[in-house]
């Protein structure tokens, strides 16, 4: 039997608003809040109800997802939520965060009587609004059954990691499986770039590892953004170099060497600077190039 939970909502950027959506649609009751609230509003011709503040849309929930920038800003916002927490709440965590980020918003959860659920998600914007993500989770029994309408409506398929939240399990998959994006991104912006200084044609590029073991979904969307010149984000830059940094110190800490991503970060750092930061991670392509 489908539970439609009474969810919060905080955080109604790319992923958040296209997770609002599947909500809506799958009947759940939902209250949202976005710091930018004209980015929340279009989500009320959808059914949403729009809060001024997160300890408003919070108030009554059964879950309370978290879907913002990093830690920090999770913990800000959850901070500020706390006035309107209800005993008992399941807080999905799904905002990727540092492995050391997690204990300390687990404790956090735990001070206020939540649930709490390491939850990041895998998949960009358009299986997010196709409710078509991997949820990756790590939390107790009692939340798997508070969570399972909710992973219905926003996922294709949910992988539990473990039992306890606060061990970072799914945080460190999601590290793991992002470190592949990042490389596969790098990957085909770098060989379009090479193709563009070679006189090569990037579309004789991707027709050649076309159907072979070296093709992937991600070469032809990444290389395909380039030569369309259309980076309107499904992952921005910035985002995928705050995830970089993730990974890095995540794998510092672990004593492991991360040559390729610590190149990616130099990679973004400098795409960023000449203003790439809010479009998709394919403008790091902009870096191959000196002017
Ligand atoms: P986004 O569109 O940039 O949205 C970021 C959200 O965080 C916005 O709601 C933003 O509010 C909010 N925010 C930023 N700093 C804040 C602060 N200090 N206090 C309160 N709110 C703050 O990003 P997204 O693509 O939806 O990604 C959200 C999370 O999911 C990130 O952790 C990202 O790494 C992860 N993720 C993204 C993808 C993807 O492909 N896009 C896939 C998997 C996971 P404003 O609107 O006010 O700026």
Known sequence: MVDHKNVALLGTGIMGAAMA??????????RVWNRTRAKAE?????????????AE??????????????GPATLETMRDAAPGFGRG???????????DDVPRLAAFGAEHGLVFVDGPVLGTKAPAEAGKLTTLAAGP???????????????????????????????????????WTLALTHGAVES???????????TAFLDTIKGGLMDCGYVHLKSEMIMNGDFTPSFALTNAAKDARLIV???????????VTEAGIERFRRAEADGHGDEDMAAAYFASFDD
């Open 21 to 30: 959506r599947n909500l809506l649609r799958t009947g759940h009751g939902l």
């Open 42 to 54: 279009p989500l009320a011709a959808d059914g949403a109800q729009v809060f001024d503040t997160a």
């Open 57 to 70: 849309a919070v108030t009554g929930a059964d879950v309370v997802i978290t879907m913002l920038f990093d």
């Open 89 to 99: 709440a399941v807080w999905l965590q799904s905002t990727t965060v540092g492995v």
């Open 141 to 179: 029994q009692e939340a798997r059954e508070a969570l399972a309408s909710v992973f219905d409506a926003i996922g294709a398929r949910t992988v539990w990691a473990g039992d306890d939240g606060a061990s970072a399990a799914a945080t460190r998959l999601k590290l793991v499986c992002n470190n």
């Open 192 to 202: 379009v770039a090479l193709a563009k200084g070679l006189g090569v044609d990037p």
């Open 249 to 259: 110190a995540a794998a510092d800490a672990a004593g492991v060497r991360m040559d």
